[in-house]
């Protein structure tokens, strides 16, 4: 059903992008009926006021603009922080899965004091206007630096000071619309105390998809945030672009073009080599248009920090490769709304920023920890034939090593006087003299001697596939794929017809340190102070069934604190709850 899906999307974006050939534009009335399963996002951010050295973080939901229900389409979704010179300070890529993301922005000390806005989109969201973004306003506060000149300019957007009582009431209002009630079992704490916390649902109707944050409410708050159930006030009316920007369906879309030298050569079925070098790496074929334009979708997991990009056979030698850089937006309209210092704040400024370094001091005894992905499958398969060299005799040149050690695998030159590498296929086929393809490290070597000339005792291991493989018009017999010790070969490869390029690459999951004064705990973390304004940030917190519980656990800091619930049913009804409890 997946499938069938897949190709009547793809067969939509034909006619779309025929339709846009063919110079018919669509129009803020008809937008919807050309641009198929609509989308916007929400962002749910723990705070609208961050000191440098503190973390913001965010759980991004992908929605049907229709329904509210997570959105299939987009596996993508982009957030930047925009400073008012319209410039991206900090820029972030989220994998999403099932329409959810999440991750956090570290605001270094680099940054100034000023009014930010945060901004997030999906690139399918892009055909409705380059200004249709979710937008959020953010203060970001440099305590370190004697420049604060920003909050005190005038301005004819209204200032905001001190966080009111009509405000805090004003963000409470949904609570008692939502098919999901919090309960808390007091409404006060001693310091380092369990909270617990219940979440409850009315009916089968509040299971759902949220995310929870506990954080310490203070007289620096700039505003009430935007919540899950007025998120789509914050989008501008839909408009009409040039062209279609293609959905991020089966993960990050990268996309090249190919530009010969004379224009009256054929652009089209050129197979194109798309390496993501390093110890794990992940290699694509990707065949260009009659326009010479490739498309790759990657969805795995990858640590490679540059792509590089070459053409499989040497028609293409003399191509110029580009790869498509990020949509451009629309960013003219944004609007920040300012906040204003008062001389009552500097106590509060002044202990929240020794708070922050001693929190960041003790950082190493409680670290929030990255989730590794899982490793890639090599592309060409299983049946393949491993050599550590380590557990043979070793032998000083690449040359010496295939004739002694590597098995079905043998060098010669070729009419042009090169040395060439050759895998001999699995019976009952027969030599076709075909070429394998050859790798060091995920990076494919179209000029064998390449391989030859390097030392042997910086090579790990070599894997050898004797299967055949077809990319485009392009057969290759079996595979060499090298490993050198530092896995890092393509630190120092050049080739002339090879494009290298910076990936701006998603951000890895995380798992978030929850603090705990449990049992032996308490020991343990006795003599370490804890001065968490964050208590908790839960991006992904799933309602399976009507009644579910956290525990949470208060830090040494006293005062008014806030549990504030956002995300969506099931059934896209959105949901925001927020409770609060004095620690003293």
Known sequence: MKYIKLIMLFAIHCTMLEMNSQGTTANSENNTMLVPNQEQVYVHANSNLVFVGEYLYYTIYCLKDNTGELSDVSKIAYLKLINQDKEVVLNHKIKLTEGIGDSNFFIPSSIPSGNYKLIAYTQWMLNNGRNYFYSEDVTIL????????????????????????????????????????????????????????????????????????????????????????????NYPQKSSIDGLILPEQRGELIIGRLTPSDSLVSLENKAMAVSFPGEDYLFKIATTNQKGQFYVNVNEDYNAEEVYVQGLSKEVENYRIDLKPEEVLDLADLKFQTFKLDRNMESVIKERSIFN???????????????????????????????????????????????????????????????????????????????????VDGILILDHERLINLSAVQVKSVNISRNQHFYGTTTFQGVVDVTTFKSDFYKNYYADNLLSQK?????????????????????EYKRLPDFRYQLLWLPKFKMSKKEENIEVYSSDIQGEFEISLEGFTNSGIPVSLKKTFIVN
Do not use: C
């Not at 949904?174 to 369990?194: C, H, I, K, V």
């Not at 409850?200 to 708050?221: H, M, P, Q, T, Y």
């Open 142 to 233: 440099n305590p370190y630096t004697s420049d604060q000149a920003v909050f005190r300019n005038e301005s004819k957007v209204d200032s905001v000071y001190f966080r009111s009582k009509s405000d805090k009431q004003a963000s409470k209002a949904f609570s008692g619309m939502a098919p999901l009630q919090l309960e808390l079992d007091n409404s006060s704490y001693a310091p380092r105390e369990t909270i617990s916390v219940t979440i409850a649902s009315r009916s089968f109707e509040g299971l759902g998809n949220f995310s929870i944050s506990v954080r310490k409410v203070d007289e620096l708050e700039t505003k009430v945030k935007a919540s899950a159930a007025e998120y789509q006030k």
């Open 357 to 439: 370094q001693i929190e960041n001091a003790y950082y190493g005894s409680k670290p929030d920890t990255i989730l590794i992905g899982k490793p890639n499958e090599k592309f060409y398969g299983k049946g393949t034939i491993e050599f550590v060299l380590d557990e043979y005799t070793r032998f000083p040149s690449i040359k010496e090593t295939f004739l002694e050690v590597i098995e079905h695998v043998w060098i010669q030159q070729n009419k042009d006087g090169k040395q060439e590498f050759h895998v001999r296929p699995i019976a009952p086929y027969v030599e076709s003299g075909k070429l394998p393809l050859v790798f």
């Open 503 to 523: 990936l701006f690459k998603p951000n890895e999951s995380k798992n978030y340190y929850h603090q705990s004064y449990k049992g032996e705990l308490i020991e």
